[in-house]
């Protein structure tokens, strides 16, 4: 399959929640991919009807958050990839003449694991019908920023693709509403210390009204109700963060070498 059959999987022209599914990585799918393993199905017999009303976050690590957002799809959600991190560049794949998995050592987030699974996943897709109104799953890299987003050294050479998520990135409050979505439910690995653009992103969600739930894959409780404390300045202290810390894609998205001059 070429870009536009696997992107097009992945965001049906129809389904309403397409024009959220960020494009980065089904633009530089190459046809050398990291060999990874059979995606794992994970027990979802917490999860709401799709008839209840619940919008999904997935804050997962990426290529878990891939096979999460395929069996959420047996289940009659839509999948929509938030992914914002670009690959090593081809033309580095190509000088350094190497196995792909040497190189990831040169990359400061592992995205070559999400683009085979997005890849390996068409399969599944490709024999799911969903309604172009199912309500929206949104998988998410909870390992976009690295380890932290701060102003700590990044070693030179390294190609510093750590990415974030604004509150622009999701449909707005008004619209999910306007899709009968009454709530969302963060599903994550095994606490709820979620990163700041994402607390900040459901900060608005809650002081909009928006019911919150998270739930942790390592434990079998259903989704607990979740409240975010309000932090005013959160939303300027990540836009500078990110203005100062992060290095933006020519060709969109998060992703670039690091020189000697930086840090």
């Known amino acids: 399959m070429d870009k536009q059959t696997i992107f097009d999987l992945w965001a049906p022209p129809n389904s309403i929640w397409s024009a959220w599914v960020k494009p980065v990585l089904f633009a530089h799918l190459r046809e050398s991919l990291l060999t ?3 995606l794992p199905t994970p027990h979802l017999n917490w999860l709401p009807p799709v008839e209840e009303g619940w919008a999904i976050v997935v804050d997962l690590s990426g290529m878990q ?10 289940k009659g959600y839509r999948p929509v990839p938030l992914f914002n991190s670009c690959p090593l560049p081809t033309a580095f794949i190509n000088e350094q003449q190497l196995p792909l998995e040497k190189l990831l050592r040169f990359t400061k987030v592992d995205v070559e694991s999400i683009l085979a699974a997005l890849v390996q996943g068409c399969s599944v897709l490709n024999q799911i019908d969903l309604p ?3 309500p929206p799953a949104f998988l998410l890299d909870d390992r976009r920023q690295g380890q932290s987003l701060n102003f700590g050294i990044v070693p030179n050479n390294l190609f510093d693709n750590r ?7 999701f449909p707005s409050v008004d619209f ?31 002081k909009a009204g928006m019911l919150l739930s998270y739930k942790c894959l390592a434990n079998q409780r259903p989704p607990q109700r979740l409240k975010i404390w309000a932090f005013p300045w959160l939303g300027l202290w990540i836009r500078l963060l990110t203005r100062l810390n992060l290095i933006q894609n020519s060709t969109g998205g998060f992703g670039g070498f690091i020189s000697s001059s930086s840090s």
């Open 65 to 74: 958050s891939v096979g999460v957002g395929l069996a959420l799809a047996q």
């Open 132 to 134: 172009n109104d199912a």
């Open 176 to 206: 999910l509403r306007a899709q009968n979505i009454r709530g969302v439910i963060v599903f994550r690995e095994r606490d709820r210390k979620f990163s700041s653009d994402l607390t900040h992103i459901l900060q608005i969600w809650q």
């Open 36 to 38: 990874i393993p059979p």
């Open 163 to 169: 990415s974030i998520v604004f509150s622009t990135d």
